[in-house]
């Protein structure tokens, strides 16, 4: 019995998580062994270069060795104490310290939690019910965010998942992202009543999609005018498209923000932080409840603390961005040159590749993208050893560790997929 059948003996559609399963892709997972620096080996022996990076966290790279070792070392001190630690000190004040708008900050594990906590802090803090997300933006699985949620749900064709009570998705609002007149207007309807309006300054699950010039700058107007909550998702964007994520980048301050992924180095972790009059309304110093037992593991917090140390050494993110560039720029090249239909979205270490002439900037324009190409080209570039998402939808990932003959071997598989493709 293969790895594959013993998997969906015991597990859900064989994974823990829905996109693993590759069905967007038609297929069945790789089972990876291990991963070191830009490469992950799968049980056979495959060897590929990686630009999904776990979905973003590994932006040093897989098994960093300054990160193993530090996560080695809290180990060797226990795993985990159900007690404050000099560590989540320690991470919780260099966060502060770089990102614009946050003064206090709680710890969680997952970016689930952390929207879902962010959500109920601002419904408190205003005394309001409704909140405003944008169609194609994933904040996690918790009820009020299953609606027009991108990413997964978009792989698999679910606008919203069974098992949601009415009474809780009636106040969510689903607005076009990058559609500032669509939230002008669902305030002008129902301001008296929206707590907040909840964002991924860059959108990343339907692949990356980035803001129209006034758009955040829109969302910090409206919700002053009308007393709502700003909420920005930086699960993906924090500490990747730069120290102090996105918000630093457009400089836009929201209320709130929620991080994740590389706060933890590549171990489970979530974080929620904001403004002082709004976090001190968290329990114990305030009378908002949420708690862990795992919050603030100390694996957690040393990955997460070594990783952020890294990146803040000069010029570590513009090394990135270039590699990136490299990247991104060679496949626009390349595009051009075969006459394939394809445009890239693209900041900093992220990048998306739509297979369409048309610009991408909302979840309808992704959603018009030539899927059945994509899955071609992804079967073509993984046989030349390049691991992509296995979506149309999701963002791919640069690492510190892809080196320049990291991303000439991709271009080349870049040049010889489309190439194949276009035969097919």
């Known amino acids: 019995m293969s790895l594959w059948e013993r998997a969906n003996r015991v597990l859900p559609g064989g994974v823990n998580s829905p996109v693993r399963a590759w069905k967007a892709v038609k297929g069945r997972p790789l089972f990876i062994r291990k991963a070191k620096g830009p490469k992950i080996y799968d049980i056979n022996g495959n060897t590929y270069i990686d630009y999904v990076c776990s979905w973003g966290p590994m932006i040093l790279g897989h098994a960093h060795p300054k990160v193993t070792k530090a996560i080695k070392r809290a180990a060797s001190l226990g795993t985990s104490f159900g007690a404050p630690t000099r560590l989540e000190v320690e991470l919780a004040e260099m966060i ?37 997300k944008f169609d194609g933006c994933y904040h996690g699985h918790a009820d009020d965010f299953l609606v027009k949620a991108g990413s997964g749900l978009a792989t698999f064709g679910i606008a919203a998942s069974p098992g949601i009570p009415h009474d809780l998705v009636k106040h969510t609002l689903s607005l076009p992202y990058n559609d500032i007149e669509a939230v002008e207007e669902a305030f002008s309807r129902s301001g008296e009543d929206i707590a907040a309006v909840i964002v991924e300054p860059v959108a990343g699950n339907m692949g990356v999609v980035l803001p129209k010039e006034g758009f955040l700058e829109g969302l910090r107007e409206i919700t002053d005018k009308y007393g709502a909550v700003l909420i920005f998702d930086e699960v993906i964007t924090g500490f990747r498209i730069g120290w102090g994520g996105a918000q630093a980048h457009y400089n836009i301050m929201p209320d709130l923000t929620c991080l994740g992924k590389v706060i933890g180095g590549g171990l489970p972790v979530g974080a929620y932080g904001g403004k002082k009059e709004i976090m001190s309304l968290v329990a114990p110093e305030g009378s908002v409840y949420q708690a862990g037992t795992l919050s603030g593991n100390p694996l957690a917090m040393a990955a997460g603390l070594q990783t952020l140390r890294i990146l803040k050494e000069e010029g570590i993110y513009k090394k990135l961005e270039k590699r990136t560039e490299e990247l991104v720029d060679g496949i626009k090249a390349i595009a051009r040159d075969e006459g394939v239909p394809l445009q890239i979205n693209h900041i900093a270490s992220m990048f998306s590749i739509f297979f369409t002439d048309e610009p991408v900037n909302d979840y309808n324009s992704a959603l018009k993208s030539n899927t059945d190409l994509f899955i071609k080209y992804f079967y073509a570039m993984l046989k030349r050893g390049i691991y992509l998402a296995p979506s149309a939808f999701e963002a791919s990932f640069v690492s510190l560790a892809h080196r320049k003959k990291d991303i000439d071997y991709t271009l080349k598989a870049v040049k010889e997929s489309l190439k194949e493709i276009k035969e097919i």
């Open 96 to 132: 502060v310290e770089a990102v614009p708008s946050i003064e206090k900050v709680r710890m969680v594990n997952s970016g689930t939690e952390a929207t879902m906590s962010a959500i109920r802090l601002a419904r408190a803090y205003t005394g309001k019910n409704k909140v405003i």
